[in-house]
């Protein structure tokens, strides 16, 4: 447990600092949260998740970051709260059969959405494989779309599916 704690704190220092590469920011950086997936599918490697907050220029930014055998091989960055999503927050990140799933909610007033995304690991790849969208309003409605052409981590861009 504490090697696996010595990676992570290790792993979002190393991605803070080459966030500001070249600047004199200084981050301080809280991990909300990390999940390792616990998976009896041997197919893919050891995989954690991590939901990380710090502060960039009096801003505060989060981050998902995934890790593959104590190894960043990917970060998924959120939007600012308030700033560029109202109400921006991870609810929850949970393990599913073959990954795992991350659940946004956002929005405000008469219009609050929550926004589930679920990744699929693949051997060393992950890939977005299902959306589901609530909007919770005068009339609530759940849309869920699977994705036909599944769609790369690396390619991934949360802004393009949440619907704004």
């Known amino acids: 447990m504490k090697k696996l704690n010595k990676a992570i704190f290790l792993a979002i220092t190393i991605?803070?600092?080459?966030?500001?590469k070249g600047q004199t920011t200084i981050f301080k950086t809280d991990t909300i949260s990390y999940l390792t997936?616990?998976?009896s599918n041997i197919a893919y490697p050891k995989t954690?998740?991590?939901?990380?907050?710090y502060t960039h220029d009096s801003i505060l930014t989060?981050?998902?970051?995934?890790?593959?055998?104590?190894?960043?091989i990917n970060s998924i960055?959120?939007?600012?709260?308030?700033?560029?999503?109202?109400?921006?927050?991870?609810?929850?990140?949970?393990?599913?059969?073959n990954g795992f799933s991350i659940s946004t909610n956002w929005g405000g007033g008469n219009n609050i959405y929550e926004t589930d995304f679920k990744f699929e690991i693949?051997?060393?790849?992950?890939?977005?494989?299902?959306?589901?969208n609530k909007h919770y309003g005068p009339n609530?409605?759940?849309?869920?779309?699977?994705?036909?052409?599944?769609?790369?981590?690396?390619d991934f861009d949360i802004y393009s599916y949440l619907k704004l």
């Open 37 to 39: 997936l616990k998976s």
């Open 122 to 132: 693949l051997g060393n790849f992950i890939y977005l494989t299902q959306i589901a």
């Open 62 to 72: 989060s981050q998902i970051i995934i890790l593959q055998e104590n190894k960043i």
């Open 15 to 20: 991605f803070a600092s080459l966030l500001c």
């Open 140 to 154: 609530t409605e759940v849309i869920t779309k699977n994705i036909d052409i599944k769609i790369l981590l690396n």
């Open 77 to 97: 960055k959120l939007p600012i709260t308030d700033i560029e999503v109202k109400n921006f927050s991870i609810s929850k990140i949970i393990e599913t059969q």
């Open 48 to 53: 954690t998740i991590l939901y990380s907050k």
